[in-house]
Structure formats: structure tokens, C-alpha cells
């Protein structure tokens, strides 16, 4: 059974950092691309970064340069790191995978709240 469980969030000041985690199992993690998307209040859920399992990297333009999306196989997780966040990067953050993404199962996220 896949089990994608995000934790890292909190509440931060605008220019702060954040780092989450996601730790994967039920599945052959190293074989697979990660992904991090997010959902902000009344809007629809976007992706945000993707990692390929050969550790190519893409991110979302609104947070090229900011954001850096990690893995370590051995750990079977997946990292994003957040700098220089906004208060637009207030949302619900998910790891996921593609397969069940297409599907609709998400896991619980984690909660970031950026605000002074």
C-alpha cells in the first residue's frame, strides 16, 4: 500500500525558510518521479516541483529560484526546501506520484503559512 506522509510546515515571516519532508513506502521509491504540489485557499491545486528518479529537477516559475526539490533513495524521501517565501506560498503542500495523481489520492499535506 503507498503511504505518502508530508511533514515540515509551520507558520513563517515573509523572507523566512521552511524545509519539508516526505517520506515515502509501499513502493519501489527509487524507480519513480516525485512531485510537490500545493493548494492555496479557493484555488486549484498546482504543481510546484518535480524530481525525475535520475534526480533531474523542474520547478514551477513562481518558485524558480527560491525553491530547491531534493531526494535521498536510501531514505526513500523526497525534500523541498523554501527560501525568500512569499505570503503567495501559503497552501497546503503534497508529495505524490504520478500514478496517483492521475488517480485523485492525495495524502494529507502539510499546512504553510507565510504571513508577518
Known amino acids: 500500500q503507498v503511504q505518502l506522509v508530508e511533514s515540515g510546515g509551520g507558520l513563517v515571516q515573509p523572507g523566512g525558510s521552511l524545509r519539508l519532508s516526505c517520506a515515502a513506502s509501499g513502493f519501489t521509491f527509487s524507480n519513480y518521479a516525485m512531485y510537490w504540489y500545493r493548494q492555496a485557499p479557493g484555488k486549484d491545486r498546482e504543481l510546484v516541483a518535480t524530481?525525475?528518479?535520475?534526480?533531474?529537477?523542474n520547478y514551477a516559475d513562481s518558485v524558480k529560484g527560491r525553491f530547491t526539490i531534493s531526494r535521498d533513495n536510501a531514505k526513500n524521501a523526497v525534500y523541498l526546501q523554501m527560501n525568500a517565501l512569499k505570503p503567495d506560498d501559503t497552501a497546503v503542500y503534497y508529495c505524490n506520484i504520478m500514478v496517483r495523481v492521475l488517480g485523485g489520492y492525495w495524502g494529507q499535506g502539510t499546512q504553510v503559512t507565510v504571513s508577518s
Open positions: 524530481i525525475t528518479s535520475t534526480g533531474t529537477t
